[in-house]
T-cell receptor, first 115, second 115 residues
Framework: GNSVTQMEGPVTLSEEAFLTINCTYT??????LFWYVQYPGEGLQLLLK?????DKGSNKGFEATYRKETTSFHLEKGSVQVSDSAVYFC??????????????FGQGTILTVHP | DTEVTQTPKHLVMGMTNKKSLKCEQH?????MYWYKQKAKKPPELMFV???????INESVPSRFSPECPNSSLLNLHLHALQPEDSALYLC??????????????FGSGTRLTVV
């Protein structure tokens, strides 16, 4: 079946530090890949996405590149802010089979940014 | 309108109560989803509706009963819940069933406490 593995957290950084959250996946076919962010007490917001190999998703200074050869979709940001403190979920959808209509999530990474 | 609206935001119910959660979207999305999220965990899929028909039930207990009255509205009827059902219930929608190219739009959730 499909699965997503994220680096374990929590991750604690100082403001303006560089951020990397690793994400690797296993999927049949050609999945679409997503990063979602969940701020405290809120639902999930789509941060960025990529639908085919070598696509780069970007939004609000965050970037992730769909690497088919390494089955990875690592999230990066050059300079984090306190307001980036949240839980980050890597996720995928894959066509067909029993995964039809299902978004598969990683375990989530808690990010805390200190001033 | 690019939102998924969920009501109520908070709900406390007894184990003998009957209550309903409501979800609404006006983006013309034809797939709608219910997810359950426990603290510090990723969301877990419960139900998928595609073109107003139930297409996936992830072996959810019958005390949870979904309903899709029209293409914009999704309800989750609750009856005889247990304290372990306390969680954040998230509704999501997507332009097509698998959300492959456009991703999923999530609501902010209903935080349910069963006493």
């Amino acid at each position: 079946g499909n699965s997503v593995t994220q680096m374990e957290g929590p991750v604690t950084l100082s403001e303006e530090a560089f951020l990397t959250i690793n994400c690797t996946y296993t999927a049949t076919g050609y999945p679409s890949l997503f990063w979602y962010v969940q701020y405290p007490g809120e639902g999930l917001q789509l941060l960025l996405k990529a639908t085919k190999a070598d696509d780069k998703g970007s939004n609000k200074g965050f970037e992730a590149t769909y690497r088919k050869e390494t089955t990875s979709f690592h999230l990066e940001k050059g300079s984090v802010q306190v307001s980036d403190s949240a839980v980050y979920f890597c996720a995928l959808t894959a066509p067909g089979g029993t995964s039809y209509g299902k978004l598969t999530f990683g375990q989530g990474t808690i990010l805390t940014v200190h001033p | 309108d690019t939102e998924v609206t969920q009501t109520p935001k908070h709900l406390v119910m007894g184990m003998t109560n009957k209550k309903s959660l409501k979800c609404e979207q006006h983006m013309g999305h034809r797939a709608m989803y219910w997810y359950k999220q426990k603290a510090k965990k990723p969301p877990e899929l419960m139900f998928v509706y595609s073109y107003e028909k139930l297409s996936i039930n992830e072996s959810v207990p019958s005390r949870f009963s979904p309903e899709c009255p029209n293409s914009s509205l999704l309800n989750l009827h609750l009856h005889a819940l247990q304290p372990e059902d306390s969680a954040l219930y998230l509704c999501a929608s997507s332009q097509e069933t698998q959300g492959l190219h456009y991703g999923y739009t999530f609501g902010s959730g209903t935080r349910l406490t069963v006493v």
